[in-house]
């Protein structure tokens, strides 16, 4: 696509809820890269996949959270028993390779009630 | 841990006034990446900078790597009402292209009309 795509834009969810948030990469890219940025601070890093494989997810704060991407293309960060602390804005973004400028989604709003 | 830090937090500047933001690394890096982030949007890839001493212009935005590969600033020339958002640096998080970035906390530019 044109751009990075993050689906859904905005979810609230009950404390100790499952939730998927979606990305969809720009075509061609094969570096994806998940963060959460929090107000005032910057994009915090998560995990980065090359290709399939998760090459990195030294920044995956504890075993709640997962991500895959099993086709190389779209990948999916699940967190499990979600906590309000969890709140935040989770950026994926895409790019050609892990030297290469990200672009960025326009993120998902998660917010834990 | 490895720590980017930029100076100031915030900079309130009259239109047409210059602005500089500072970069600052607890190691040395191979190379520095520059985003922007207008309120309410997602981080905008800048530019990359690779050699020590790099200097490198964008129009009235001028950006400069360290000579230790440990610092970099972000320069604008005569600010305008477009320029409002944050800027961020951002370093490689650890040896080779881990494709982990570490982002500063960002400088927040307001700019009077």
């Known amino acids: 696509g044109a751009g990075v795509s993050q689906t859904p834009s905005n979810k609230v969810t009950e404390k100790g809820k499952y939730v998927e948030l979606r990305c969809d990469p720009i075509s061609g890219h094969t570096a994806l890269y998940w963060y959460r940025q929090s107000l005032g601070q910057g994009p915090e890093f998560l995990i980065y996949f090359q290709g399939t494989g998760a090459a990195d997810d030294s920044g995956l704060p504890n075993d709640r959270f997962f991500a895959v991407r099993p086709e190389g293309s779209v990948s999916t960060l699940k967190i499990q028993r979600t906590e309000r602390g969890d709140s935040a804005v989770y950026l994926c973004?895409?790019?050609?390779?892990?030297?290469?400028?990200?672009?960025f989604g326009s993120g998902t709003r998660l917010t834990v009630v | 841990g490895q720590q980017v830090m930029q100076i100031p937090q915030y900079q309130h500047v009259q239109e047409g006034e210059d602005f500089t933001t500072y970069c600052n690394s607890s190691t040395t890096l191979s190379n520095i990446q520059w985003y922007k982030q207008r309120p309410g949007g997602h981080p905008v890839f800048l530019i990359q900078l690779v050699k020590s001493g790099e200097v490198k212009k964008q129009k009235r935005l001028t950006f400069q790597f360290g000579e230790a590969k440990k610092n970099s600033s972000l320069h604008i020339t005569a600010t305008q009402t477009t320029d409002v958002g944050t800027y961020f640096c951002?370093?490689?998080?650890?040896?080779?292209?881990?494709?982990?970035?570490?982002f500063g906390q960002g400088t927040t530019l307001q700019v009077k009309p």
């Open positions: 973004a895409s790019s050609f390779g892990p030297a290469d400028g990200y672009t």
């Open positions: 951002a370093g490689p998080g650890g040896s080779g292209n881990t494709g982990k970035l570490i």
